[in-house]
């Protein structure tokens, strides 16, 4: 019994009898006594594991506040340089986030697998190595938009105590004389702290066993962390908002006439072409959150601040009261590359943003809108773009629901014609009145373009670059094209430089929604390069000259190859 049954107590300090001055023979133990390498290797593995699954687990109790995964994925987010993000995003494309997190986790587990080798040495390195671990949490968490100092010290004190328990304990388990200097003398044992020849296989198994016992409540813990998050109280708000009864009804029916018969005309029933309004779910995301924000709408409001007459706040009610504009617009990432998907359309709906700026009243030295998320991100865009008359939203509603909460639940702002980088700000928590000067939003400082109108693209989507076509017969050629607040108005493709085809338009949704277009085209043998370029409605054609996505948004024609065969 006393074999599989590991102290209560952790031992001392087990390196105690140790060498500590390097001399092999100054302790009687000596390396004898010391834990395998193996065993410490692993005991500090769990030790981290554990800190990280206990933290993650109280973090997740006090949800929205991040876990010390989070928090410090956060912070390196925060703190990288450009290079280091662009790199991230070259290599992981948009799973650069669990990357980060993943990363964040592996290094962690590195540290603690050092720990436990370094702790061999002496029990302290290792508990002082948790607890400085403790501490990096402690300020990630602390100095996060979504965290709080008090959280985080509650947070990384159970990380920090499940991590020195755990290594502890696995350090008590791993020396065979351990259970001895801890009092529980094993009836049938030696009293001897030297080892018997007998010892190791005896300690080793109840190490594995301990082992096991930490790293299935460590998965257990990680889990059920992530299992709290998902099951959050913005999720049942959410299924629980009417979002039907609006006035906003009939607009929307309108709507969805187009929207049904662009799928089955003659453009937008191409197999292959990008469908009219995108699906939520197929919506491209883009944001630096590493966990979606959890917002109840109960317990969220929206503030006009700064430079206005009055400062103004409302509830969720009252703009979802108030959200009968219903406004389809397609929305660009500014990383979008020339034929990239960073790109959609869908249909918003919220409260014109005009209407609560004049409730507020904007001061005329008020040249920028910013505002900011829930999650401490940043955003801003000259006044001048609320009260032009383009298409600019508080939104609640994107294609018939409530926001989804990846895209911004409860509210977010939906600008036409602005990439998304410098107006479309999700879980919009405040709208501040300021000077161009005298804020600059997150990806300003990062390198990109303070000023972000979007450039008038298009692109083919059918057929696929590097595509077999079969030659001699009629290949449609189609894609989408998109000029926000302006819209469309020509769209043309040329095969292998010769003169410019004229493509068949679809549907229009207004000027802020992108247009599908198909051209056909009598196949021949051989490779051949497809072009397209769009004109849009003030009869400016798009630049053929490139430009990568960093400071303000690709341009240049899109280009594929095809093999006709
Ligand atoms: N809170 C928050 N809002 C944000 C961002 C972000 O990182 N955080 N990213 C912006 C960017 S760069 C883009 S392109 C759009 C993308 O919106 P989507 O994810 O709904 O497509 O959201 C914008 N709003
Ligand atoms: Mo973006």
């Given amino acids: 019994m006393t074999t599989t049954q590991p102290p209560n107590d952790a031992p001392n300090d087990s390196p105690e009898n140790a060498p500590e001055n390097g001399e092999p023979n100054s302790g009687a133990a000596s390396a004898t006594d010391r834990p395998g390498l193996g065993q410490s290797a692993v005991a500090g593995l769990l030790a981290a594991g554990s800190a990280l699954a206990a933290g993650e687990l109280a973090g997740s109790l006090a949800a ?206 191409t197999p292959g072409i990008t469908p009219l309004v995108v699906p939520s779910n197929d919506f491209y995301l883009i944001d630096t959150a590493l966990t979606t924000p959890q917002v109840d709408p109960n317990n969220w409001s929206l503030t006009i601040r700064g430079l206005v007459d009055n400062e103004t706040t409302y509830t969720y009610d009252e703009l979802l009261d108030r959200s009968d504009t219903i406004a389809p617009v397609t929305l660009s990432c500014v990383s979008n590359e020339v034929g990239g998907d960073l790109v959609g359309n869908a249909i918003w709906r919220g409260v014109p943003l005009v209407d609560l700026l004049e409730e507020a009243g904007v001061k005329p030295e008020a040249t920028q809108i910013a505002s900011r998320s829930v999650d401490g991100w940043s955003c801003g865009f000259p006044t001048e773009a609320a009260f032009d008359g383009r298409t600019a939203l508080v939104a609640v509603g994107m294609n018939d629901e409530p926001l989804p909460l990846k895209h911004g639940f409860p509210a977010r702002l939906v600008v036409s014609g602005l990439y998304g980088y410098v107006s479309a700000t999700k879980w919009l928590a405040e709208i501040e009145l300021t000077t161009l000067d005298d804020f600059d939003g997150y990806w300003i400082p990062r390198g990109w373009s303070k000023l972000g109108p979007v450039k008038t693209q298009s692109r083919i989507d059918t057929p696929g670059n590097g595509q077999q076509i079969e030659a001699g017969s009629e290949l449609a050629i189609a894609g989408v094209a998109w000029a926000p607040s302006t819209g469309i108005a020509k769209v043309e493709v040329r095969i292998d430089e010769n003169d410019w085809m004229e493509a068949d338009l679809g549907e229009s949704l207004g000027p802020d929604a992108w247009r599908q277009w198909v051209v056909g085209w009598e196949a021949t043998e051989g490779q051949h390069i497809v072009e397209v370029r769009a004109t849009d409605e003030s009869g400016e054609t798009q630049t053929p000259d490139f430009a990568p996505p960093a400071p303000d948004g690709a341009s240049g024609w899109h280009r594929i190859r095809v093999m006709g065969v």
């Fill in 64 to 269: 929205p506040v991040p876990g010390p995964v989070i928090g410090v994925a956060n912070r390196v987010i925060d703190l990288a340089p450009q290079w280091f993000v662009e790199f991230g995003k070259s290599v992981f494309g948009l799973a650069d986030k669990p990357a980060l997190v993943l990363g964040t986790i592996i290094v962690s587990l590195v540290f603690g697998t050092a720990l436990g080798v370094a702790s061999r040495r002496r029990a302290a390195i290792g508990m002082g190595g948790i607890a400085a671990f403790g501490l990096v949490g402690l300020i990630a968490i602390g100095t996060d938009a979504q965290g709080s100092w008090i959280a985080a010290i509650v947070v990384s004190t159970v990380a920090v105590a499940a991590g020195i328990g755990a290594l502890r304990l696995l350090i008590a388990a791993n020396v065979g004389e351990a259970t001895v200097q801890s009092g529980l003398r094993p009836p049938t044992n030696s009293t001897s702290t030297v080892p018997s020849p007998a010892d190791p296989p005896v300690s080793r198994r109840s190490f594995l066993n301990w082992a096991g016992v930490v790293g299935a409540t460590v998965a257990v813990a990680a889990v059920g962390s992530r299992q709290i998050r998902s099951r959050s109280s913005a999720a049942q708000a959410r299924d629980a908002i009417d979002f039907t009864a609006t006035t906003a009804d009939s607009a929307s029916t309108e709507i969805e006439t187009v929207v049904s018969r662009a799928a089955s005309g003659p453009v937008g029933s």
